[in-house]
């Protein structure tokens, strides 16, 4: 075991990155992503949050299939209050660098890049999305007894999103079927997840990375309405929404980055996945960009057009961005057919 803090950097995920990486590919072909929505392991009742079979896992590697009654059996973390930290901790940089690392035998060459957006708790999402205001009472005053009126939190079903992008559907299955991620990446997988929802998704650029550092991103998890067939929904989201997002000046002062993932499948039997029409994700420099977007006039547009397309309640949320791998330079806008 490498202890924490070492400047060997062969096991590191730096070595598949710049600047310590010096060769790059870029490609205006659309490219092959597994979106995987994961949600940590905690003492969350099962009847509230799913748990995959196998997952949340004790230290002998056993599931914790009741984590709220046994959550000291937990390998990630036995102490509640320390769940979220220790998870947070863990995805970025114990998971991260073991993604990434070539051991004898194996290869992520094949990944083109790794990002790990991680769930921000303070930044917009639908459960509260911005302004946010001072609570007030009836005369204009701050409360009094804010004790008495602290808000409930509302948690969005995911706590992250692995955004894992290939050449093709073929590189997913060679590179996964390696026994390094068949069985010891996705070991680590079910001791630091709960659930994973990993779906296939075709990405489209629109708004390409000028310098691959955006340091927040807006996830967007969108459904259709049910009388728009996938395909029909996913050429109107393409052409359509992106016409609108693309049309405001409020895009271009704010979001630094912004593509679509149309879902084509999913790797494992999985109906979370299934039900992901298109996942937006926008890249911004920081939080107060993303606020100042989402309550701009602009924005108001591109929630309109929206709202003709999908399902009432989509989820989004704002997360910090990881790169753990990183062989796309430059970033070019998907070439989409005439």
Known sequence: MTAPGTTDRSRTDQVHRAPHRRSFTATTQPLTV???????????????????????????GHEVELPDVHRHDLALESDPNLAFEHFDEYWRKVHGPKFAYDEPGSTAELVLRYDQVHRIPAGPSSAWPPPYSAMTDGSGRLLGDPAA??????????????????????????TLDQEKFARRVVADERTVFRKVARGLAQEHILLPSRLRREAVSLVHILQRRPELPRQEFQRRWLTEHATVILSQPATHTYVRRYAQLHTVGTT?????????????????????????????TDYEAVAHHQRSLTLDGCEYWTGLNYTVIDRLMPELPTAEPR
Do not use: K
């Not at 979106?35 to 896992?57: I, L």
């Not at 298109?278 to 993303?290: E, R």
């Open 268 to 296: 494992q039997d999985d109906p979370d996945a299934a039900l992901m029409d298109v996942i937006d994700i926008m890249g911004f420099a920081c939080m107060n960009d993303v606020e100042d977007y989402l309550t701009s």
């Open 149 to 174: 009126h602290v808000p409930g939190y509302r948690r969005p079903r995911w706590d992250g999103l692995a955004y894992i992008t290939y050449r093709t559907p073929d590189d997913v299955t060679t």
């Open 34 to 60: 597994t979106p995987a929505f994961v949600t940590r392991a905690d003492a969350t009742p099962r009847q509230e949050r799913p748990q995959d079979a196998g997952s949340a896992m004790d230290s002998a």
